[in-house]
């Protein structure tokens, strides 16, 4: 929930001293500091053209992203309402504004605007929350008549509509027909109009040689394209953070299997998780309200953004002496321009040790706001953080090293803290290290390391997560085709969970619907699954051999997947290997290799299928397997009362020094770092 955060605290230690471990320039110390900006005052930089080229800056800025604006006329809102639902995007408000934009559209269209054209041809193809209703004669319709006129976006979903032949696949749409081989030349005229999704679908075609022949180059040049869009697409979701930060999202990812968890015990963030929430914070709890902080502030999960209920509850939160909730209000107070206020709160973060206390005050001396304007002290402060693991300093002392500002200019240097961030997801370093990889500046020319980062990058966009997040709530709503028709957009632009959920909609529910096409379902499941696996997806090898063992009873091969799995660390592949041990499926039956097998899947595996007898039978052994562990822990417990909760027979203060004590409190040369 702290959507400010910008990499998860148990990574800080392991940043740092990946940091220590390349050799950084601040491992030099804080004197360090010092000698190096005296030398970059006098020489040249060697690495100016690298930094025109990639114009790399800092995340933070103080200017208000939502500034008073004059409200658009109706015109410019059904164009922006009609931009996002062409480009594949989810409209965030059901408001009136929709359905006046859509008799917009509508007239629009019958005068020959191709925006309008390609808007109407995707909302009648996927409809929207605030529309659900589908009509794919008009959808097929509408999409041709766009992209015959070289509507960029109208010819990337009519490319996918010709590359997966989804309507006949999850409707049974057979009124139109189409062909394959008409796809490409449609990516190809979206990508060149500039579809973010028409590159990535031709990216994934290239990296993984699917109907074409396979291109480093070329797959690379593709994602580079479209990670420079993804990321200005992040923009306005990023700035709505405390820290202008790139959000930390996982549901997006979310594997389907048959024994899923329901949205709740998943953790999904829905209007009884913000109550709850709500409650804790009006009871006291820190952690509550620090999170009913960031989601005022970013207007997320359904809550309307709120910037003074947010500071609110940082203030609250701060006052109880929160770390982060200093930091938090500082940042909100320094781009009101209460600088005063601002960086007290920011030192007081930073003294009891938070990253982003510390990245705070950098922010503070880079844009000169509230305290002397100073790269050397910003950079200072920054390391600081970086140390901490904070993946946006570690990214931001990159640009400094770039630019030359507080730091010695080295292109060198700034890649590595930029590979640091990149291995740790995030989105603006992954495509920087993907465009120097691309090129060799400075680095090595790598077209493989180029490819993964950018390939990343793009991933990061929010209109692709938009497409998983929009399958997998389709799914829990018991909606499997339009969960399917999702899964199925995401699998052709190359992202692997919606390769591997595709795969599974058309393995275990489509079947449900359509019985009759049941061999041709499983058909497509495999291709899809064998897709996923081939990218590197174990979950996908799995579920691939379980699809060969029960449709076809090829044994040997499943087994052949199972073992590979297995010894990557797949503890379903364990347990599935084990479960052919005990029946003699493609092996010789063997109960001890079976037993330690799926001893060593913990029993269970969530791809298991199983029935009658036999299901209650491993019901049983999987909760004595458990028991186990509750007998240890419980025999633990009485040893411990046993021997008055000291089972070690030592004083409980026995080593540990007095507690260090705080003096005073804000010092004017707190971060004097001299």
């Known amino acids: 929930m702290r959507e400010s955060r910008t990499g998860p605290r148990m990574h800080g230690r392991m940043i740092g001293g990946w940091l220590l471990a390349l050799g950084a320039t601040p491992v030099l110390g804080l004197a360090g500091f010092e000698s190096v900006s005296r030398e970059s005052a006098s020489a040249p930089s060697p690495t100016k053209d690298i930094e025109q080229f990639l114009s790399p800056s800092v995340t933070f800025v103080l200017t208000e992203e939502d500034a008073a604006q004059v ?136 990296h993984l040689g699917l109907g074409v022949k396979e291109s480093c180059p070329a797959s690379a040049a593709y994602y580079e394209a ?54 804790l914070a ?72 938070d990253p982003s206390g510390w990245a705070g005050l950098g922010y503070a001396y880079l844009h000169g706001a509230g305290l002397p304007q100073s790269d050397e002290r910003a950079a200072k402060s920054l390391w600081m953080a970086a140390r901490s693991g904070h993946l946006d300093s570690i990214f931001n002392l990159g640009v400094l090293h770039m630019q030359g500002r507080g730091v010695a200019a080295d292109a060198k240097t700034a890649f590595r803290h930029w590979s640091i961030a990149a291995e740790f997801q995030h989105p603006q370093a992954q495509l920087l290290v993907g465009r120097m990889a691309l090129r ?19 991933e990061a966009s929010p209109t692709l997560r938009s497409l998983l997040l929009v399958g997998l709530a389709a799914y829990d709503a018991g909606r499997p085709q339009r969960s399917l028709m999702h899964y199925l957009l995401a699998a052709h632009a190359g992202l692997e969970a919606g390769v591997h959920n595709a795969a599974f ?74 479960y052919n041990y005990m029946h003699g499926h493609g092996v010789k039956s063997d109960m001890s290799v079976a037993w330690q097998l799926m001893r060593d899947a913990g029993m269970q595996s969530k791809h298991a299928k199983l029935g009658g007898l036999e299901k209650v039978l491993f019901g049983v052994v999987r909760s004595v397997y458990e028991a186990r562990v509750f007998i240890m822990v419980l025999a ?39």
């Not at 420079?228 to 697409?233: P, W």
């Not at 309307?304 to 947010?310: E, G, I, M, S, T």
């Not at 060799?440 to 793009?458: I, M, N, P, S």
């Not at 070690?648 to 007095?658: C, L, M, N, S, V």
């Open 636 to 674: 633990m417990l009485m040893t411990a009362v046993a021997t008055n909760g000291n089972p070690f027979g030592r004083r409980p203060d026995a080593g540990i020094g007095e507690a260090p004590e705080w003096h005073g409190d804000d010092v004017d040369d707190f971060d004097d770092f001299d």
């Open 440 to 458: 060799g500046l400075e680095v090595r020319k790598d077209c493989a390391t180029a490819q993964f980062f950018l390939k990343h990058a793009a």
């Open 226 to 279: 479209a990670a420079s869009a993804a990321i200005a697409e992040l923009e306005p979701k990023r700035k709505k953070s405390v820290e202008q930060s790139n959000p930390i999202e996982t549901e997006h990812a979310t594997l389907l299997h048959r024994q899923i968890e329901p949205r709740e015990a998943r953790g999904v963030m829905d209007v009884s998780s913000i109550e709850y929430l709500d409650y």
């Open 71 to 206: 409200p658009p006329s109706e015109e410019v809102t059904w164009q922006l309402h009609a931009q996002k639902i062409a480009s594949l995007q989810q409209i965030d408000d059901c408001t009136e504004d929709l359905l006046g934009s859509t008799v917009a559209m509508v007239e629009a269209a019958s005068e020959g605007d191709a925006l309008a054209m390609a808007s109407l041809g995707t909302l009648y193809l996927l409809g929207q929350e605030c529309s659900p209703k589908r009509n794919l004669t008009w959808a097929v319709h509408w999409l041709q008549r766009a992209a015959a006129l070289g509507q960029a976006d109208a010819q990337a979903t009519l490319g996918f509509l010709h590359d997966s032949d989804a309507l006949r696949l999850v409707y049974n749409f057979t009124a139109v027909t189409f062909e394959k081989a008409k796809a490409m030349p449609l990516f190809e005229a979206a990508a060149g109009g500039g579809s973010m999704y028409a590159a990535m679908a031709l990216a994934s075609k290239y």
């Open 505 to 578: 909609l058309l393995a275990e529910e489509m079947p449900k619907l359509r019985p009759a096409h049941r061999g041709p379902f499983k058909e497509r499941a495999a291709e899809y699954f064998q897709q996923a696996a081939i990218a590197g997806s174990m979950e996908a090898q799995v579920q691939l051999a379980n699809l060969l063992a029960e449709q076809s009873r090829n044994y040997q091969l499943a087994n052949k997947l199972y073992t590979e799995a297995a010894q990557a660390g797949s503890r379903d592949a364990m347990w599935h290997l084990g």
């Open 282 to 353: 009006q009871v006291g709890d820190l952690t509550g309200k620090v999170s009913m902080g960031h989601i005022y502030h970013s207007g997320t999960h359904g809550v309307k953004r709120d910037k003074v209920l947010a500071k609110h509850w940082f203030r609250s939160a701060a006052i109880a002496g929160e770390p982060t909730a200093h930091a938090a209000l500082g940042m909100m107070l320094m781009r009101g321009k209460e600088y005063k206020a601002a960086i007290a709160s920011l030192r007081r973060g930073a003294k009891l040790n």
